[in-house]
């Protein structure tokens, strides 16, 4: 909302010599948001006055323009009283005309030093001023882009045409809340101005109307509900050529609308003025009595914008005899639109209620300043003051009479009454705020005030239909009080529980990997079919079972996703490609799988049933927090230490291993194939049964498909279900004192046959003496044979109440061995 | 090995005479003294104290003296013995400390020599940003609730009296899911987790609710589709708007310093009312002249807007289950991005989303 200080001036009291500086700050801190501050004209300096162009020969030049060298009689403004030769380029003017002319110290927007300069080969001294030299916009106001020449009697030669042209204004843009819709007018700005000072408010909409009569045009309001309050009032023999006057352009223009006509611009006028938004009709154009309706299914309009429009049956329509003209309360219809040649205008001031129009407007995505206004609340009285004064602007400078008729359907709604105790604002603020200065602040936004013992009662006025609630008034009085005298005070300390469990350990993850020199990345979690594609997920893969999203930024990634990957693989590509030679980079994010229910849109009135939560609860995406990893380049660098070692499958699986061990839970490795991993170099993870990620090398079309080098490494897995297998409290280990015993075995296998399977089983078979079994060498030479491959492990021994003879030991590696041997034919080599 | 000597030699044996007792010791400890290293000890130890040695081949010679000579020139090797393996010690000790020595300077090294075999990892500022302001909140005594990004529009709206007419829904320009009749969101707001919370907790209620929330902002140096937000929730008896003032003054002290306090202005949410936008001095300047008419952080202001805040709107409590006659509430909610922005002097919004670890390796581990 544009607020020019000069308009709202007019409404209230302001002692002059208060700034616009502290308008604003008062407005602010009353909640009028101060949004911008803008002073048009005032990066201009004079001498800018009133010329009467005396002759002007035309002189065309060797590049193709014509120039006119005229002589200006510019008054006593140029101290010599004598004519202003001045070249002019343009040529919408004649000897005679009026024109506005800056002399030569003179200084425009720009900023832009006027001197007397030799061109065309004469000395110009000054120059004469189109509208968007002297920065009045590009509108019906700059006389489509011509010099200006002012009405024959705009004023005499050498007047200040700052003024005349109210070039010079304070503008103050303000950020309108939704609870605030009265301040979308200068009535509603000027009443905050004297709210602020205690200064006497002019309600411009306090004026003497006519009642209505049978005589107006004929309206019928079908739909009163949505349209409580319609009022017309015609105005005949207009002229549609007569133009806005400067004043009122440059008003309509500084408040953020362009200027288009004198009959369009009495309307915005009015709207901005007042609040109420007001919609013109060609009478000429009308067809029959206006009807306000609802849509039928198939009806279309052609709105203003030229848009045809396929309409809906909750949309509230102006309509006549020819059907639909009108999107009530939104924007006009094409068909009986204000135009050059209206000699009749129907002017309508109606009141609408927000809700229709909201949905509308938002229907049709038709945010206009009318909607904007109806959809937050308007004031319901103001109709017939409204059309009164659109239609006593547009006799007054485009000739005509008004009508006698007046149509004057409905009344405004009664207010409706809100009970408050004295003492809630001082409860709700923490401030002491004192019967009286509840009772004297309800007043002074309008509220009719009533008190009963520790009771008020207060009727809103019209203009305050955001007043419902007794926390409404609270916040009311609290605004006048001053939100900033509120006290600072602790409140009472409550006995929390620190973190949960399940926050602590994610804390813990992070700083693990942090340790093990990854990364941490937070990536935008929007996928497409071609991301899935990327990853080679197969066609019926059940990540490609997302979340669609309707309104995506790019139609490209209209998907919330199933997986972390593309993000940081992404990621991962970004950073190598800005020189990075290795990166490591780890996400936790929730990613989302659809339930493909509908979640219900409960009452408000109380709460929900213990089953309707649930339902809602349930119909929610599930969202478990996953944890991805990308390994690419360089893992180890080379240096003086030796060669380095680019990342790789086992660094990948590597992470998901550290996690085990941090969170003490035992993960079981097996290999898999899962896209978008290398089928030969892919890990799945278990706890118990459950499978809860994969990690390992990417598939090299993937890696290619992201841009990462070969061997590019990847996890993910469900971050939720590890942390909820760590166990609550670590039992703590019993250490055996007594000496170990140490023995080497090395077992040849099938090739294909997990290190890990064979390890397990040595475990088993060697029973409960053995302390560890740990693999250290792995052989797939010409002695292991054809399809085999030799582990070699080192086994430890340990009781824990003697110290083991060789016999004993030696008793326990046999066991292994012929377990390995009987389950996997292992052979044990010398 | 000792013991008499019955089966001597009696080529070999020959007078020992002082004299020549005298000259086996010199001999010995000349040598033991010229040795420089620990090998010519050695050699010197095996050539004057071994078996074939002098002093050795005289010792066994003892026994078949005379009686009467027995006791003298016993006495008389045996010192000389003596005094040689005092010296061989004695050698021993200083060459092995030089030896020592020695070995300590060639092992020096260049401890200058880099070790960046592989770079340190890092945590996103965001998530130590966000858990340096949790942790404040559960000093106080208070607890985190969280809750899913993906939400149910009654949760992220209408629970929050914004209902689907109201206008303040566009004010938040919302990722809707499809089907539409699924009523699913992406919340704009973490204050979906306030609703459930207090849907399933009952009074008193003292938790923040940090996480993703989305809006659908083009990605810029200013502005994301995704950011995060941190909210506050306090519902208990006599609860006021002192005390969100007490609580978001103390959460800056303990962030910025002592002395960083917060402005209120009158503001809109549908989910608070009173409602107020909250603005922090600026901890760079203060907003003390002169240097706040230089400030960058808070652009000359003196004050950097934080978020909005307001007392629970009834209508909330209400449609959460909690009565308002007997319980009031405050809430308070602003951006973790934005404020680990202006408390980093970050300068683009972009790096916090764009996953160069330049950028979060700068902040390490914690901030
Ligand atoms: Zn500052």
Redesign the interface.
Known sequence: MRAPMSWVREYVDLPAEVSVEDVAARL????L?LEALERPGHDMSGPLVVGRVLTMEPEPQKNGKTINWCSVDVGAANGTGEPQGIVCGAHNFEPGDLVVVVLPGGVLPGPFEISARKTYGHTSAGMICSALELGLGDDALSSKGGIIVLPKDAGEPGDDAFDLLHLRDEVIEFEI????AYALSMRGVAREIALAYDVAFRDPALRKVPAGNDDGYPVRVAATDACPVFVTRTVTGFDPTAPSPAWLARRVQLAGMRSISLAVDVTNYVMLELGNPIHGYDADKLAGPIVVRRAEAGEHITTLDGQDRALDPADLLITDDSGPIGLAGVMGGESTELSPTTTTVVVEAAHFT??GI??TA?RHKL?TEGARRW??GVDPTLPAAAADRVAELLVRYGGGQVAAGVTQLGQAPAQVPIDLPLDLPA?????VIDAATVEADLRAVGCEVQVVGDRLTAVPPPWRPDLT?P??L??EV??QVG??E???????????????RE?RLR?RV??T??????????????VGDATFDRLGLPADDVLRHA???????SSEEPF?TTTLLP??L???A??LG?G?P????FET??V?FPR?????????????TDAE?QA??D???D?PLFLGAVLAGE???S???GK?RGASWEDAVGVVRRLAVELSVDVRIEAAQRAPWHPGRCARFFVGDDEFGHAGELHPRVCAAFDLPARSAAVEIDLDFLMRRAPDVVRAPRLSHFPVAKEDVALVVAADLASEVVAATLREGAGELCESVRLFDVYTGEQAGEGRKSLAFALRFRASDRTLTETETGEAKAAAVALAAQRHGAEQRA | MSGPNTEYDPVQVTPLGEAEVARMREDALTAIAQATDLAALKQARADHTGDRSPLALANREIGALPPQARQETGQRVGQARGAVSQALAQRQQVLEAEHEERSLVADTVDVT??W?????????P??TTS?RL?DVF?A?????A?G????????NF??L?L??????R??QDT????P?????V?RTHTSPVQARTM??RTP?I?VVCPG?VFR?D??DATHS??FHQIEGL?V?E??????????L??MLAALFGEGI????????FPFT?????MDMVCFVCRGEEPAVETCRTCRGEGWIELGGCG?V???VL?????DSERY?GFAFGFGIDRMAMFRHDAADLRD???????F??AF??EV
């Not at chain 1, 493909?596 to 929900?608: C, E, K, M, N």
């Not at chain 2, 960046?116 to 996103?124: E, L, V, W, Y």
């Not at chain 2, 990722?175 to 499809?178: K, L, R």
């Not at chain 2, 009312?273 to 936008?277: I, L, R, T, V």
């Open positions: 602010t801190a009353l909640g948001k809340n939704p609870d605030r927000p809700v909201f949905r938002r945010p959809e937050r409860r709700v603020s923490g401030l609630d926390y409404d609270v916040e609290v605004r939100y900033d509120v006290p600072s005070v602790l409140p009472p300390a409550p006995s929390g529980r620190g973190l949960t926050q804390r992070g700083r990997l942090a340790g093990e020199g990854l990364v941490e990345v937070v990536s935008f979690p929007f979340v669609r999203l309707a309104n995506p930024l919330y993000g940081l992404e990621a991962a970004r950073n800005r990075a290795g990166v490591a980079l994010g929730t989302a493909d229910v509908a979640a219900p849109i409960l009452g408000v009135d109380r709460r929900p939560l809602l609860f119909a929610v995406p969202q893992r180890d660098r240096g003086w230490w380095g | 020599l880099p960046d075999r592989q770079a340190p990892g890092a945590r996103h965001i998530t858990e949790m559960v106080m005594g208070w607890e985190i969280e899913p990004v993906v939400e149910a529009e009654w949760l209408d629970a009296n209902g689907a007419d109201h206008p303040a566009t004010m990722f809707w899911t499809e539409a009749e699924n009523a699913v992406l849907l399933t008193p003292y993703r659908t083009p990605f589709p995704m306090v208990d006599g609860i006021s708007m002192a005390h969100l003032r007490g609580s003054d103390h306090r917060t402005r209120f202005r009158p503001s809109y009312e009173p409602s107020a936008e007392v709107n009834p209508r209400t449609a959460c289950g909690i009031s916090m989303f764009e996953g160069d670890v330049r979060s390796s390490g581990s």
